[in-house]
């Protein structure tokens, strides 16, 4: 066993070890110029720009001024066993720039030294070189100083094309489009972009490269395996995307264009969308593109058939070399590479000053433990064991009771296993923020919890380098509690709080923890691809993310108090279930995010069964999904799915999408306010209410269900209270729909049949079935339109409870009905558009009013059948193209029946139209025989043909403006004239006498 001796501190900052930093001087302003560096710039391939205020004596600039480190054996930069880097260095004076050029593997870390006693200015003074910050002068005001720089792989990847004209800056998007980035660095990273240039040039349209080497006969660069095609972010001015192949939207390989204007109008749609992968950042970049865009091109096919426009230089030049080509004349890329982060200082690391080492007999496998809230490592070496197996195996790691109550961390390096980490601890002294190890570890069972520590950017003993956002969620501040890089672990058990990110990158089958999971990222790489198996108390702004499916997730709640947190992200899970916890006072609410890629062997989620409620809270689930039941109200919810769906059984919904691409079976919610529901197919949806809440069971949410091509799209849409402020859209048959409520400002539109509908109150709203509807119910309706095709019965059916009669105070605009009938003195006003109807029964009055009956159907003579109105027609023109069988009504005033005659017609002909003489009204009943008063105002019947007409008690004086019946022919007409007198007449050849204003014209010709 070797300890170390010495401590540091938090250890979050350990100091190298022999190297020193010279302390800043007090500035003094001198009369001497001392040199400054003005800015910096280094790459992920190590290559570094330093840029001076003043000349330098180029003499001083050598290997020995300007030095180089990478990491020793100690994986520590800043430590005494760097290594120097081999290295070339050179200073121009045109730019007053040392250049350092290195051959480093991409990415890996490195620090820059300049020896301030060495590097003088032209004017004899020294550099004065300590380091103030990128873009900032170096130096403290006194000769002085050296200049010395850490650097690690940047938080945001930016990518620095270095062309001839200047620099072009790109930041990539490595979170939005992944795959693609990954691609780009990998060519970046390899030097393949070296020496390019930009061999495609469209005015106002692109700019393109990375396909050709600038060398004597262009060689095309070596290609990788093309790259699935991300689309999505839109091909703005400024932005880099793929090229690829016509046709193929998974083409793309080495070459890149930069989009000189908006082309997301044809880019985002063309070949499946042009993956925009990076944008141009900075006013240098912007100028610099500019300056490239303006270049002229020439058409250089000949040598390569991708010259087409390619931009040159000079065209004169080229012209003078017979129109070829050469190197020098094309707008080279010398360099495409990723900036470095730099500070002045060793990125955070964590080395062996403040630990204890436990090693094993062959040396190579050690188990270090940190003291990171300063307290001398040697306390905690009487409460550690450490269980070595054979080879390089570690049987047991443990924690022994009596550990101080401290904060400490654990790193494993260089096994191939351990099998346990364990836990004897009888209280919770001793604060454990991390375990990290380089192997798998088999189990990790603690009983108390485990804190976390900030790893991002830390480099550990043994050259174990963590990036700068460990996890990727873009978060470079959040702790970190387990990293298992590799090997699928079997057992993650804590009995405390977990307020670290645990991260089991090769796999992980089961994870406990029994406290509070707080502020933590829980990320599971594949493994053997076991379902994973978690079982939470109460989770808080928390991430499970696996790779492998997930068995089941258990918790008493899962609550996001940030929005960076929260969510659930696998292939498939099976159960979700979140239970609550009475005695810790938690409903067992859900309000992360879901989304499951997708699992061919299961449904992506099988089951989710959520005591509490779903609260701001996105669901995306590509596959199938079972049942899901909410019992508590849900609010800002979104649920996606891309197959079926079993059951929901859910309680009060506000502003909520369900939409399942393919069939549901049944959706139950007490009721639902704001949102949408879609399917393909559906069972039924049944909006309930609750007695005891006092809630009817409301529905103000859009339903879409139904596609081209679905015969039956729904069973049953049940409503128990109102639907309002909402449309219902199907396509495909339904069965019933019911809406025991009213139906306020809503339209309900079907492309098929509905067999039944029924309504209580409608007010506002649209109903268009473009099918066959037997049934159409409700108690009366104001506002809106019925529209459709057919219609077996329209009733409106009143209300006997509120002695509430069947009002129709809508307009109808429909192909056809069987029936309409409006019941309890139920009346209609509004206008009524049909091709026929079989029966119109008005129970009240029918007032203010315009029907048209537009066209007889192919063997169907009639297009008005029964037409009665128990109490009056009053102020309404009724206009059939066909025929009538009967008008029933005790009272018509202001009013007319124009059945066959021209569009135009008012009033009584006075002279024989050209009509069909076949359209015939069958029967006229107007009046009741014994009234005291006036039945027939002011009104018309007209027609080609008149079967029978009875009219009782026409006014005959209509202030010297003749009303009456008026047709071709007329079989009978009988008329009784209020205080005594009859008319009547079968068959008669010629216009009968006029009784006042009141007459009876046959041949539609004026009486004698």
């Known amino acids: 066993m070797v300890k170390g001796s010495s401590f540091s501190g938090t250890g979050r900052r350990p100091r190298p070890e022999p190297v020193v930093f010279e302390a800043l001087e007090p500035r003094i302003l001198l009369s001497a110029n001392p040199v400054n560096v003005i800015d910096v710039f280094a790459d992920n391939r190590g290559f570094i720009t330093l840029q001076m205020d003043q000349n330098i004596s180029n003499s001083t600039v050598t290997n020995s001024s300007v030095q180089m480190f990478t990491a020793g054996n100690d994986g520590l930069l800043g430590t005494a066993d760097d290594q120097l880097v081999v290295r070339t260095v050179r200073y121009s004076a045109s730019d007053r720039t040392i250049r350092i050029e290195s051959n480093l593997d991409a990415d890996t870390p490195y620090r820059v ?5 060495i590097i003088r200015g032209e004017n004899g003074c020294l550099l004065d070189g300590e380091f103030n910050g990128v873009g900032v002068p170096s130096g403290d005001g006194i000769e002085g100083g050296d200049f010395e720089i850490f650097t690690r ?15 072009v800056d790109v930041e990539l998007f490595d979170n939005q489009t992944p795959l693609t980035v990954a691609n780009f660095l990998a060519y970046a990273n390899a ?31 070596p290609q990788m395996a093309a790259v699935q095609n991300e689309p999505g972010i839109s091909n703005l001015f400024g932005t880099i995307a793929m090229a690829k192949l016509g046709g193929n939207p998974n083409s793309a390989t080495n070459q890149w264009f930069f989009n000189l204007r908006d082309n997301s109008e044809n880019l985002d749609n063309q070949n499946g969308g042009f993956t925009v992968f990076g944008e141009v950042t900075g006013s240098e970049s912007f100028a610099t593109l500019a300056r490239l865009a303006n270049f002229m091109t020439v058409d250089a096919s000949g040598q390569n058939g991708a010259f087409t426009d390619l931009p040159v230089q000079d065209t004169d030049r080229v012209d003078e ?15 495409i590479a990723i900036l470095m982060d730099i500070t002045g200082e060793p990125f955070q690391q964590l080395d062996e000053d403040n630990s204890i080492t436990f090693v094993n007999n062959a040396g190579d496998v050690t188990v270090r433990v940190f003291a990171l809230d300063g307290f001398p490592a040697d306390a905690l070496e009487p409460f550690i064991r450490v269980n070595f197996g054979s080879g390089r195996s570690i049987d047991a790691v443990t924690i022994l009771n009596g550990m101080p109550d401290r904060r400490f961390g654990v790193q494993i390096d260089g096994a191939t296993v351990l099998q346990k980490f364990a836990d004897q601890r009888r209280t919770d002294d001793g604060d454990l923020a991390f375990i990290v190890s380089d192997s798998r570890i088999e189990s990790i069972n603690l009983r108390y919890g485990i804190s976390g520590e900030n790893l991002n950017g830390f480099v550990l003993p043994g050259g174990l380098r963590f990036d700068a956002d460990i996890d990727g969620d873009n978060i470079v501040s959040d702790l970190t509690a387990v990293f298992v890089p590799a090997g699928n672990s079997n057992l993650f058990s804590v009995g405390g709080d977990l307020s670290g990110d645990a991260l089991f990158l090769g796999g992980l089958n089961r994870v406990n923890v029994r406290g509070e999971v707080n502020n933590s990222d829980i990320r599971i790489g594949a493994g053997n691809l076991n379902r994973l198996l978690a079982t939470f108390r109460n989770v808080i702004d928390a991430r499970l993310v696996s790779d492998a499916p997930i068995s089941m997730v258990r918790a008493s709640e899962w609550s996001v108090l940030e929005t960076l947190r929260g969510s659930i992200s696998a292939p498939s899970l099976q159960r979700l279930i979140i239970t609550g916890d009475n005695g810790q006072g938690l409903a067992g609410n859900f309000n992360a995010d879901i989304d499951l890629s997708g699992d061919d062997n299961v449904r992506t989620l099988a089951n989710a069964n959520i005591r509490g409620s779903v609260l701001s809270s996105d669901w995306d689930i590509t596959g199938d999904l079972g049942n899901v039941s909410v019992r508590g109200g849900s609010s800002g919810w979104e649920l996606i799915v891309t197959g079926d769906a079993s059951t929901f059984r859910l309680d009060r919904l506000k502003d909520t999408t ?8 049944t959706l139950r919610a007490i009721d639902w306010t704001g949102g949408e529901f879609r399917a393909r ?10 007695n005891s809440d006092n809630l009817a069971g409301n529905l103000s949410a859009d339903i879409v269900v139904g596609a081209p091509g679905v015969d039956n799209a729904l069973r049953l849409l049940r409503v128990n209270g109102d639907a309002t402020d909402l449309s219902i859209d199907f396509d495909g048959n339904v069965r019933s729909v019911l809406v025991r409520g009213d139906l306020r400002d809503a339209t309900l539109t079907s492309i098929n049949d509905i067999q039944t509908l029924s309504f209580g109150e409608i007010r506002n709203s649209d109903v268009n079935m473009q099918g066959v509807s037997r049934s159409l119910r409700f108690i009366d309706w104001i506002g809106g339109t019925l529209l459709g095709f057919r219609y077996d019965s329209i009733v409106a059916t009143g209300n006997q409870a509120t002695a509430s009669p069947g009002n129709f105070f809508a307009d109808v605009d429909a192909s056809s009905a069987g029936s309409m009938t ?4 139920g009346s209609f006003v509004g206008s009524f558009e049909m091709n026929f109807i079989d029966d119109f029964r008005v129970t009240g009055e029918v007032r203010d009013s315009f029907f048209v009956f537009t066209a007889t159907p192919a063997g169907r003579p009639v297009t008005i059948g029964r037409f009665e109105v128990t109490e009056q027609i009053l102020n309404t023109d009724i206009r059939s193209a066909g025929n009538v069988q009967s008008l029933i009504t005790p009272v018509m005033i202001n009013s007319g029946l124009y059945a066959g005659m021209p569009e135009g017609t008012l009033g009584l002909p006075d002279s024989n139209p050209n009509v069909n003489p076949n359209i015939t009204i069958e029967s006229v009943v107007i009046g009741v025989l014994g009234s005291n008063q006036f039945n027939f105002v002011n009104s018309y019947i007209v027609a080609p043909r008149i079967d029978s007409a009875l009219v009782f008690y026409p006014d005959t004086a209509n202030l010297g403006q003749p009303h009456g019946i008026a047709a071709n022919t007329i079989g009978f007409v009988d008329t009784r004239i209020l205080g005594g007198g009859r008319q009547r007449a079968t068959n008669p050849g010629a216009s009968l006498d006029p009784i006042g204003d009141y007459q009876v014209r046959v041949g539609f010709l004026p009486p004698a």
Do not use: K
């Open 113 to 117: 030294r300049l020896i301030s006693s």
């Open 153 to 167: 792989r940047a938080v945001v990847p930016i990518a620095r094309f270095t062309t001839l004209t200047g620099i």
């Open 191 to 221: 030097g393949d972009w070296d020496n390019t240039f930009f061999h495609r040039l469209v005015e106002d349209f692109v700019l393109q490269g990375g396909g050709f080497q600038a060398t004597s006969s262009f060689p095309s660069i």
């Open 321 to 335: 070399n017979g129109g070829t080509v050469v190197p020098s004349d094309v707008l080279s890329v010398s360099r």
């Open 658 to 665: 369900i939409n399942v691409s393919g069939v549901a079976r």
């Open 681 to 690: 197919e559906m069972r039924s949806i049944l909006i309930t209410g609750r």
């Open 822 to 825: 409006l019941d309890r003195g």
